[in-house]
């Protein structure tokens, strides 16, 4: 079975631009996360669909933050403007039920 | 404030050894606890997961144990190898809402 894919894996920016990722999940699974993991920390949620509602965005930024997942699949997280703190490791998961999570590789990002 | 603490922060041992990591978490109520092993640069992969009524549960030289009464986990590792290096993050599930409370995870070198 293929994993979650994301990409890209590095991303450099300087603060104030704006920067996307995006995720492929596991087929079949409904439920997507965004995670933003700083080093040292344990992964944080920002996002977490079902399907493509939203369940649980509570700690998502909303004023530079955004998500989306069109047509229940893929997803895009998206910044705009960046900040220096926003350096960090964004990771995606999906699930299905309440099976593990399993995770994707990350995009790490550095803000200049 | 559900919350899940970890310890050490950081352990050193030679191959061949065993090691114990902690988990204390004040999540309630509970609804399952789940140790995830996080190799640098890749996302985080299910060890074990363990619901109320589990106190032990193995996966090869990984074992977990969990006492819900006290509020803690171990993740005991047996005959360590040099890939056992990486963090271990310990996840706790509150029944409520099933957010998942991660904690900040113990780095793990293993040296030959």
């Known amino acids: 079975e293929a994993g979650v894919a994301q990409s890209p894996r590095y991303k450099i920016i300087e603060k104030r631009q704006s920067v996307a990722f995006w995720c492929n999940p596991i087929s079949g699974h409904a439920t997507l996360y965004w995670y933003q993991q700083i080093l040292g920390q344990g992964p944080k949620l920002l996002i977490q669909f079902q399907n493509n509602g939203v369940v649980d965005d509570s700690q998502l930024p909303k004023d530079r933050f955004s998500a989306e997942r069109l047509k229940g699949v893929d997803s895009t997280l998206k910044i705009q403007p960046a900040k220096l703190e926003d350096s960090a490791v964004y990771l995606c998961?999906?699930?299905?039920?309440?099976?593990?999570?399993?995770f994707g590789d990350g995009t790490r990002l550095s803000i200049l | 404030k559900n919350q899940v603490e970890q310890s050490p922060q950081s352990l050193i041992i030679l191959e061949g050894k065993n090691c114990t990591l902690q988990c204390n978490y004040t999540v309630s109520p509970f609804s399952n606890l789940r140790w995830y092993k996080q190799d640098t640069g890749r996302g985080p992969v299910s060890l074990t997961i363990m619901t109320f009524s589990e106190n032990t549960k193995s996966n090869g030289r990984y074992t977990a144990t969990l006492d819900a009464d006290t509020k803690q986990s171990s993740l005991h590792i047996t005959a360590s190898q040099l890939s056992d290096s990486a963090s271990y993050i310990c996840v706790v599930s509150a029944m409520s809402n099933y957010q998942l409370i991660w904690g900040a995870g113990t780095k793990l070198i293993i040296k030959p």
């Open positions: 998961a999906s699930s299905l039920g309440d099976q593990p999570q399993h």
